[in-house]
């Protein structure tokens, strides 16, 4: 071992010399099915309406700390009641790690049911602090009773339930949500990040209770580029994230960016009502493959066990296509054989579909 590597065997804290950074996968040239990313682009004519904007956006000083402009477009755009306060991050991403940070005294717990967001997990371990989790039930609806008996023995100070959930789709009863709000003497953050796919939000409630906060963002929409993630909630817990958020989180171009594309929300919502469409259309069509079990899903992705094939199997026969879908084999028991596809245009989920017949013919 060379000195530099003893040296940083000494000094890094241990829990993050034993993780491995967030891998993702080389998507250079492929069709892009594994991020649950907006296959849309901007018309021609917002395009160059936008190049103005950036254009006339002055990088010579330091952003908004506030981001005022986005806070107030936000609030028009999605139905965030009037009372509640927003703190913005850079990507929902770095709201889970101040949240984290909040709340995280030694020895403090995590929890959120599993399988759910990866970053959860990792976070905690980063900080040093404890997950603790409850199994879904086989068919990835939520096991309440196991989520009510878990929060009421540990009562972790950090609850994330993603609703709908990723990596499957569902959306559990809002009354399952209340009783675990109910039970928990923890913050308990419901993420929305794909509120715009979704039947239903929380956001509308999220000023009744003493201990929840709303997180959503805004990479599913068509903005994922920009990284801007929200929460939404109580001033109490707002005020105290802004003490610990860096003050210049959201930088200048990415606030123009964000209020312009939040001043034409109207495009961008006509997106999510086509990606909708399709995901129906491509769920119907990818449960007639043979083996392949669809699960209903909420969000603007597909998940699909793979009972014939192996999920491997049909991941790395779509690489050969060109085609980059998530594999969810062997990151948790309940998702052996599991792939995630992200739902596309039209165009690029026939190109799944005629690859598909391909590999199944
Ligand atoms: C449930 C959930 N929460 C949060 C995020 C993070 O989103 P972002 O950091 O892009 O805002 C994701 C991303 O996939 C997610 O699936």
């Known amino acids: 071992m060379s000195e530099r590597d003893l040296a940083v ?8 010399l034993e993780t491995n950074a967030y891998h993702v996968q080389n998507a250079k040239g492929y069709i892009k099915l594994d ?5 849309f682009i901007w018309p021609p004519e917002m395009k160059a309406e936008w190049a103005d904007i950036a254009a006339n956006t002055d990088v ?3 952003p908004d700390p506030e981001a005022s402009g986005v806070k107030s477009l936000l609030k028009q755009a999605l139905p965030i009641p009037e009372a509640a306060s927003v703190v913005l991050g850079n990507g929902s991403d770095e709201l889970i790690q101040l949240l984290a940070m909040l709340v995280g005294k030694p020895g403090a717990k995590i929890y959120s049911p599993m399988p759910s967001f990866v970053m959860y997990r990792a976070i905690a371990s980063s900080l040093g602090l404890d997950f603790i989790s409850s199994p879904l039930n086989d068919d ?3 096991n309440i009773d196991a989520t009510l008996n878990v929060i009421a023995n540990e009562q972790p100070e950090l609850l994330f339930i993603a609703w709908p959930n990723n990596p499957t789709g569902q959306l559990y009863p809002v009354d399952d949500l209340i009783a675990i709000i109910e039970c928990a003497e923890g913050l308990v953050v419901i993420d929305e990040a794909y509120m715009p796919f979704a039947s239903d939000t929380f956001l509308h409630r999220v000023m009744s209770y003493p201990n929840v906060l709303v997180m959503g963002t805004l ?3 068509g903005l994922a580029g920009l ?5 939404a909630g109580p001033s109490e817990w707002c005020d105290q994230i802004n003490k610990i958020r860096l003050p210049y989180n959201i930088g200048v171009l990415t606030q123009a960016a964000a209020e312009f594309a939040l001043s034409h929300f109207d495009v961008l919502k006509a997106q999510t009502v086509e990606i909708k469409k399709q995901r129906e259309m491509l769920a119907e069509q990818l449960a007639k493959y043979p083996g392949f079990e669809v699960y209903p899903s909420q969000a603007n992705f597909i998940l699909v066990r793979s009972n014939g094939k192996g999920a491997q199997e049909v991941f790395d026969s779509l690489k050969q296509h060109n085609i980059l879908i998530k594999t969810l084999h062997g990151t948790h028991p309940l998702l052996d054989n599991c792939l995630r596809i992200t739902v596309s245009s039209e165009q690029e989920n026939k190109m799944l579909l005629d690859a598909l017949s391909r590999i199944f013919c």
């Open 9 to 16: 065997q000494r000094l890094v804290i241990p829990q993050i």
């Open 35 to 39: 991020a649950m990313e907006n296959p």
């Open 60 to 62: 010579n000083r330091y």
């Open 140 to 142: 990835f609806s939520l």
């Open 219 to 221: 990479s599913k929409v």
């Open 227 to 231: 990284r801007l993630g929200f929460l």
